[in-house]
């Protein structure tokens, strides 16, 4: 079967500058825009900011 398009998996990159990411899936129709989580950041110690890499 195929994947759904409407739930692609995107890539999270840290904003604190480390090089951090995390991956996940996302609905486009609820979240057409770019998706910005605040996660923990293990390299920086502390809970950043990540946002959607296209």
Do not use: C, I, W
Not at 24 to 46: E, F, H, I, Q, S
């Amino acid at each position: 079967m195929a994947r759904s398009e409407t739930r692609p998996v995107v890539t999270l990159r840290s904003t604190a500058g480390t090089g951090q990411a995390y991956v996940t899936r996302k609905n486009r129709r609820n979240d057409p825009d770019r998706l910005v989580l605040r996660k923990y950041d293990a390299v920086a110690g502390r809970h950043v900011t990540f946002r959607e890499e296209r």
